[in-house]
């Protein structure tokens, strides 16, 4: 059992990576962003739950055509 919480423990560990300061110029780009402009985001998830023909899982209502 102690073996195991060991080999679990080096497994989550393992997932961490420092970071060179000469490579956090590349993390700091707008493309690495979960969501890199705000106004697309919000159409994208409309569109979304729009075609899906659902209400209540975010801001857009209405059937699947796209209209409100």
């Keep these: ?3 195991l919480m060991i080999l679990g ?3 989550l560990l ?3 990576a420092q970071v ?3 490579e956090r110029g590349y993390l700091a ?3 690495m962003a979960w969501q ?3 106004q697309k985001a ?3 998830n409309h569109i979304y739950y729009s075609k899906e023909a659902s209400s209540g899982g975010g801001q857009a ?3 699947g055509c796209g209209c409100n």
């Design 61 to 63: 209502a209405g059937g």
């Design 36 to 38: 890199p402009v705000g």
């Design 9 to 11: 423990l080096l497994v």
């Design 20 to 22: 060179k300061p000469w």
């Design 42 to 44: 919000a159409l994208d």
């Design 1 to 3: 059992m102690k073996e």
């Design 29 to 31: 780009q707008p493309a």
């Design 14 to 16: 393992s997932g961490c």
